[in-house]
């Protein structure tokens, strides 16, 4: 815990990261102190993440993209960091992998299953072959674990903006993890391809999430591109974004009393 009682929020930075700063505004503003630090920094200091309530993996274009996207941060982080992470999440640190972040922790393995050995599923090109950049409405999962989406109840939207995000998985491991309540969140519509819609996954105890929408564009009403049709309700309350992250800060400083 830092100062002040806000939990400490690392948000991993790499080479190619480009929504780390409006990952550590997110924070900010849900209540967390958050801290960005580069990959390399903590390769070389992995207890840093001993000192973490809470953890971020941000958006972007890691390393160029450049063999698959997530890819490259994934191997390093499999090779270097699994052991620390994998203790972070046995202390009960909400993790959050945002578009490239979720890349990278499936491809790390740590989706859908820390515990598991290797990678089981995959985000892979769109079946679009194109980079989608837009707003998308969400539909709760009502079984899920997740602790980030807690109290999503309504359908919502969130914006996307990805060229890899078509999960890939058997048709055994989706029913898994629909049944085990895995599944998160869902599009309303096909946006990509992805395998029964799913738009994010969390781990066996909730408190690993990774998801194609970016959350943290969505924390203040006026982000949302109707703001101004939606009218008065829509500006009173508290976006989806603001609630998936304030979720997770108040679990995370709950965790620490
Ligand atoms: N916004 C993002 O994080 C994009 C992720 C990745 N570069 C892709 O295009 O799929």
């Known amino acids: 815990m830092t100062h002040q009682n806000r939990p400490d929020a690392l948000i991993f930075r790499a080479p190619g990261?480009?929504?780390?700063?409006?990952?550590?505004?997110?924070?900010?503003?849900?209540?967390?102190?958050?801290?960005?630090?580069?990959?390399?920094?903590?390769?070389?200091?992995?207890?840093?993440?001993?000192?973490?309530?809470?953890?971020?993996?941000?958006?972007?274009?890691?390393?160029g993209d450049d063999i698959a996207a997530g890819r490259v941060f994934a191997d390093r982080l499999r090779r270097y960091l699994h052991q620390p992470l994998v203790n972070a999440i046995h202390r009960g640190v909400p993790i959050i992998g945002?578009?490239?972040?979720?890349?990278?922790?499936?491809?790390a393995g740590l989706l859908p299953d820390p515990d598991a050995d290797g990678q089981s599923v995959t985000l892979s090109h769109n079946t679009s072959g194109r980079f989608v950049d837009r707003w998308v409405g969400i539909e709760p999962v009502a079984n899920t674990r997740c602790v980030w989406t807690q109290d999503l109840a309504q359908p919502y939207d969130l914006p996307i903006a990805h060229g890899e995000g078509r999960l890939a998985l058997s048709d055994n491991t989706l029913q898994y993890l629909e049944a085990n309540g895995q599944v998160a969140l869902r599009y309303a519509e096909d946006v990509n391809g992805s395998a029964g819609r799913v738009a994010?996954?969390?781990?066996?105890?909730?408190?690993?999430?990774?998801?194609?929408?970016?959350?943290?564009?969505?924390?203040d009403p006026l982000q949302h591109p109707q703001w101004s049709r939606l009218g008065e309700a829509h500006q009173s309350a508290t976006p989806p974004g603001l609630t998936m992250i304030t979720n997770a800060v108040r679990h995370a400083g709950m965790a620490n009393v």
């Open 17 to 63: 990261t480009n929504c780390d700063r409006e990952l550590a505004h997110a924070f900010e503003r849900a209540g967390a102190s958050p801290r960005l630090v580069h990959l390399d920094a903590l390769i070389s200091d992995p207890d840093a993440l001993d000192r973490a309530d809470l953890i971020g993996f941000p958006g972007g274009f890691s390393y």
């Open 98 to 107: 945002i578009c490239n972040g979720f890349q990278v922790l499936v491809k």
């Open 200 to 219: 994010g996954l969390c781990d066996p105890t909730g408190l690993v999430l990774g998801l194609m929408p970016h959350p943290e564009r969505c924390c």
